[in-house]
């Protein structure tokens, strides 16, 4: 067990290692960086101050060693825009990111396992082709159009809800939804899916011989198990609704880590830019160890692969 | 005469074939449409969808009340053709969107089959960074790059290439470690064949189906990916009539109820994703049989 979790911990410091390259490739190569870490409309003077700052005129492996050193002490640079510490403005940002990622979690949820569970217990029925066809439009209508017609729908037309902003608990129901929409396909497919291989087990087979009623088949038995693949997803798509939740927030108005990207596009605002991804790739290296180390204690055969 | 006769017989006879398979007929005539439209933008469309006239802005569609058989699909807050602009933004997303998959599909497969191939430190390197990027969520990497280089219809391409290849390098490995133990591969080693000769001439045919399906899968994400963008404002630039872009434009309009402005042209973006997805499933099926699962 301990070696397992040393491999895969090694695996991903390996990919953290790989994620600050390609970061930092990616800055020095495709460009000028001192254009990118200074204002925009930057005199001379400011660029050759940036370069000597940042030692831009040294050899590429001295540069990548102060920019890792600079990040291992949580140092991400300042943001021009806010001229504050860009990690103190990413957490500021956090908390409004995590309430939406949860609340669309739970819209996901609400749809996607009742749904899922349906079409696998009427298995090529008219429930399922209509699942089918939601879990395709699900994957095919991109989220932030989504948005857009339930503004279009709610605000506009019936008054019924904000559009944008944030504040009230009304506010958080439409970006949620827009966020979760998507992800309610993904977890129907896969509930589908696990609960057919649950259904045709040996065990639900002996629930059945012993007669008891097929509700209680589906509800104890069969779901109870089916559940397990659907919530480790679960737990990994959480952490990417936080990182994918861009154009949602944009849609919306809403001050999470998506909209303080976008701002960091729409104001040039390099560093933070740079923050939002290099943490994002962070977020989700450590939840997949973490599944990874969940899975090996659950399952000791994960363990001698 | 016969000869000609027979042929029209025999693609008479695999249509139906086709037919009785399932072949997504309506998802393929709409990529065609689409693509007619594309190419023949410049005959349909009635008006430039660059230029608009400041005193028609905002029109609605020529069924509501306001509006006029001149525009028939409305006109945006600058007074352009909103009909015009989406026949143009066909063009958009499937130049993109198709050059985007077949670069993204070279690259990935190249890489897979050298990855799969050759093993030892060169799969290792390829596999890390592959596992690296992938973990990374897309439209993140993705915007991360845009904000890098700038927006321009090149960059984007360039952009959604270098984000989507590893999906491709993943799966294709996969494939080649299999096919490297099959018996026509240990032939040719034997036979005394060059790595170079058999991953050209014995590997890459047989990993083509699964590529092709892949690309065909990914069209229709390499397209919302691009609106997304486009829609940031880190996609295709003003004033290109994009897709994306378009709705980005509409909102403005949005709280007013200028309903076609939104509607419009998420509807043809749903449209091409979908008859994407749709053909992609079948494909999938139909070529590939390992991929069903997928």
């Not at chain 1, 017609?149 to 439409?174: C, D, E, K, N």
């Not at chain 1, 509930?191 to 629930?207: C, D, F, H, N, Q």
Request: overall charge positive; some cysteine.
């Amino acid at each position: 067990m301990r070696r397992y979790i040393l491999r895969r911990l090694g695996f991903a410091l390996v990919s953290l290692f790989l994620l600050s390259v390609t970061i930092f490739f990616f800055v020095r190569v495709t460009g000028d960086p001192a254009v990118l870490l200074t204002e925009p409309g930057a005199s001379q003077a400011d660029l050759d101050a940036i370069r000597q700052q940042f030692g831009l005129d040294q050899p590429l492996w001295v540069q990548y060693g102060s920019f890792l050193a600079h990040l291992l002490r949580g140092d991400f640079g300042q943001s021009f825009y806010y001229r504050t510490d860009v990690l103190e403005l990413y957490l500021s940002r956090l908390p409004a990111s995590l309430l939406l990622a949860a609340v669309a979690m739970a819209f996901s949820l609400v749809i996607g396992l009742p749904t899922g569970i349906v079409a696998a217990v009427r298995v090529n029925g008219w429930w399922d082709s209509a699942g089918k066809i939601f879990a395709l439009l699900g994957l095919s209508m991109p989220s932030f159009w989504v948005g857009l017609l339930m503004i279009l729908f709610f605000s506009v037309y019936l008054g019924w809800l904000p559009s944008s902003g944030s504040g009230t608990p009304l506010h958080v129901l439409m970006p949620a939804f827009a966020l979760g929409w998507y992800f309610a396909a993904a977890h129907m497919r896969l509930t589908r899916s696990s609960m057919l291989e649950v259904l045709g087990s040996e065990y639900v087979k002996l629930a059945r011989l012993k007669g008891l009623p097929e509700a209680l088949v589906i509800a104890k038995h069969a779901f109870k198990n089916a559940l397990i693949p659907v919530l480790t997803l679960a737990g990994i798509n959480l952490v990417l609704m936080v990182n994918v939740a861009v154009v949602v927030e944009t849609v919306f108005a809403w001050p999470g880590v998506g909209r303080l990207l976008y701002e960091g596009i729409a104001f040039r605002d390099f560093p933070v830019v740079q923050a939002t991804v290099l943490l994002g790739g962070v977020m989700i290296v450590t939840v997949n160890l973490v599944v990874d180390v969940l899975y090996a204690m659950i399952d000791p055969r994960i363990r001698y692969e | 005469m016969t000869g000609s006769r027979a042929a029209g017989l025999t693609l008479a006879w695999r249509f139906a074939a086709f037919r009785s398979e399932g072949f997504p007929l309506l998802p393929t005539l709409i990529l065609l449409t689409l693509a007619l439209v594309a190419i023949f933008a410049n005959a349909i469309a009635p008006y430039n969808p660059e230029v608009g006239v400041l005193g028609e802005r905002f029109r609605p569609p020529a069924w509501q009340a306001g509006g006029s058989a001149e525009h028939v699909l409305g006109t945006d807050h600058l007074g352009r053709d909103v009909l015009s602009r989406l026949i143009f933004g066909a063009r958009v997303s499937m130049v993109v969107g198709f050059t985007a998959v077949i670069v993204a599909g070279l690259l990935g497969t190249v890489l897979g089959i050298l990855s799969g191939y050759l093993g030892g430190w060169v799969d290792q390197v390829i596999m890390r960074i592959t596992d690296t990027w992938l973990a990374l969520p897309a439209l993140t990497f993705a915007i991360f790059l845009a904000a890098i280089v700038g927006p321009s219809e090149m960059n984007i391409v360039i952009i959604l290439a270098a984000v989507y290849w590893t999906r491709y390098a993943r799966v294709i490995r996969g494939e080649v470690l299999s096919l490297k133990e099959r018996d026509f591969v240990r032939l040719a080693i034997v036979a005394g064949c060059a790595k170079r000769t058999i991953m050209r001439r014995h590997i890459l045919p047989n990993v083509l189906n699964s590529a092709i399906v892949l690309a065909t899968l990914m069209l229709g994400v390499v397209i919302v990916t691009e609106a997304s963008l486009s829609f940031l404002g880190v996609g295709v630039p003003p004033p290109k009539p994009a897709w994306g872009l378009m709705l980005a434009d509409g909102k403005k309009g949005l709280m007013a109820g200028y309903w076609w402005l939104t509607v419009l042209p998420g509807c043809c973006i749903v449209l091409m994703v979908l008859a994407a997805n749709l053909l992609g499933d079948w494909l999938r099926v139909k070529l590939d049989p390992q991929l069903r699962q997928l």
